[in-house]
């Protein structure tokens, strides 16, 4: 395909993504104005339309975001394809999808609980009432449990196997020492120093040293110029519009009015959904040191979060589908079938782990809601689904183990040998992207190089970088028990420090 053609069709697709925004209205609005001026001239219009976007920093902006939101994949592609390229995965994903909505049709079931009901009109006043301070409120949530946790995810990966690889032709034994066993392509440190050049021990990092540049790229509103910036870290006080600019967040009254319509939705209907969020927060961010105090802001996104069915959109390059459920009187009839929930996505054991450290950069609900949405259709939803993605949780869990099994032989040698597959250990923390981990400060750092490279492989390179710093400890360990205690506690750890010496000081 030569330039001119992907080019096309990657206008293509923004347009087609584009149609029925607010801001596709305002485009042709103001194309259809311009028609008009005697200064506009056919033979000149391409020149005019350059001429306008570059000095259209919003417009560009949200063509900066949806690009970096496309699949890459053939335009002739099969629509599966651009959700998984790779048929044993999407196999994957599908079955891991029919279990957990068996474990939530069973639970609905077994309790008593419907999935989803209309509450009636003093339950609604009261929820109203008590919108701002729904911590206060302490539900029976003992008969819900979580509808599947991290480690029952972590299994289904470690089982996954391509049937048409054959092992026996890898060069290396050390390709079994790990316990993702499928051949993704994942790169290693030369090729990651290349690709995080900003990174190296030279560079200053913080974005302490560049405050008037941050303020600059503020000013001018410019998507890409904000990514660049958040390479080298985002000072303290510009981060939020930083972030909010990288990922288009705008907050504009039509952002807000559909936060309020959420909220409404929410006030409406009770999910039995909303027990999962209700006790996952109780179970870790109530007990979180850091993020407790948010617990209202929390329930606030994620009830609101739930009822969003602009959610489904990221579905078409997710390669999870959203479960469905029939009317009741209605199962088997295609006609009856409604995604459930309307977002599409079950929350797990964790799931608000991904909103608390954004409640230290917003607090007005619809910001904070809009920017974990577009956090999370970017980057978070790859954690909790099967896919061959350089973002994906299996790559980042085979990126990890070969770091390892590359740079640090022995180490992992040995914890494998003392049944502790450092996998076991550090994949709890990149399921959640370090999030109740690091110390908040340390974790915004490390989201800022998420946004800033536009990838989750940094939590790899990470994970791995805790474990070369700890070695010398954890060569001394028989246990699995006793390599966990040493690496119970992140909080002290200096994240860019850590990334950095093992990037660029690891000898290779």
């Not at 904070?368 to 099967?386: K, W």
């Amino acid at each position: 395909m030569d330039e001119g053609t992907e080019l096309s069709l990657t206008i293509a697709h923004i347009v087609q993504r584009l149609k029925g925004s607010h801001l596709h209205s305002q485009i042709e609005r103001q194309a259809k104005e311009c028609l008009h001026q005697p200064e506009i001239k056919l033979e000149s219009l391409r020149e005019d339309v350059r001429s306008f976007l570059k000095t259209s920093g919003g417009h560009n902006n949200v063509s900066f975001c949806y690009i970096h939101s496309l699949p890459l994949s053939h335009p002739t592609a099969p629509p599966e394809h651009l959700k998984e390229p790779l048929a044993y995965m999407r196999k994957a994903q599908a079955s891991w999808e029919k279990r957990v909505f068996k474990s939530l049709n069973s639970m609905s079931t077994e309790l008593g609980v419907p999935l989803a009901r209309m509450r009636p009109a003093v339950e609604q006043k009261e929820l109203t009432n008590k919108w701002n301070e729904m911590g206060t409120d302490e539900p029976d949530l003992s008969r819900f449990r979580p509808v599947y946790a991290p480690k029952d995810f972590l299994e289904v990966l470690i089982s996954l196997r391509n049937p048409n690889h054959d092992s026996s032709e890898d060069v290396s034994a050390r390709s079994h020492w790990g316990l993702i066993q499928v051949p993704l392509n994942v790169r290693d440190i030369p090729q990651l120093r290349q690709a995080y050049s900003e990174l190296n021990l030279t560079t200053g990092q913080l974005g302490i040293d560049d405050h008037c540049l941050s303020c600059l790229v503020v000013v001018e509103q410019d998507s890409a110029a904000a990514q660049q910036y958040s390479r080298q870290g985002c000072s303290t006080g510009l981060r939020a519009d930083l972030w909010a600019l990288i990922l288009n967040s705008t907050n504009q009254s039509q952002d807000m009015m559909h936060y309020e319509q959420l909220k409404a939705g929410v006030i409406q209907h009770d999910l039995l959904v909303d027990n999962l969020i209700y006790k996952d927060v109780k179970l870790t961010a109530s007990n979180d040191d850091y993020y407790f105090v948010f617990e209202d802001f929390l329930y606030q996104v994620l009830l609101c979060f739930s009822r969003d069915t602009a959610v489904l959109e990221h579905f078409k390059y997710n390669s999870a589908t959203p479960p469905k459920s029939y009317i009741q009187g209605k199962v088997g009839d295609g006609d009856c079938a409604v995604v459930y929930p309307p977002n599409g996505v079950i929350p797990f054991h964790g799931f608000s782990m991904y909103v608390a450290p954004l409640c230290f950069l917003y607090n007005e609900p619809s910001k904070l809601y809009s920017v974990f949405r577009e956090m999370y259709i970017r980057y978070f939803f790859r954690l909790h689904s099967i896919s061959s993605s350089p973002s994906g949780i299996v790559s980042l869990c085979l990126q990890f183990e070969r770091l390892l099994q590359t740079h640090l032989p022995q180490l992992f040698y040995h914890l494998r040998q003392i049944g502790a597959q450092p996998l076991r250990i550090a994949y709890k923390w990149m399921v959640r992207a370090f999030s109740g981990y690091l110390s908040t400060d340390q974790l915004l750092l490390l989201w800022d190089r998420i946004l800033g490279y536009d990838s989750l492989e940094v939590v790899a390179v990470l994970a791995a970088a805790v474990f070369a710093f700890r070695a010398e400890n954890l060569m001394e360990v028989t246990s699995l028990a006793s390599a966990e205690a040493i690496l119970a506690d992140l909080s002290t750890l200096k994240v860019m420090p850590l990334i950095q010496i093992f990037l660029f000081a690891t000898a290779i």
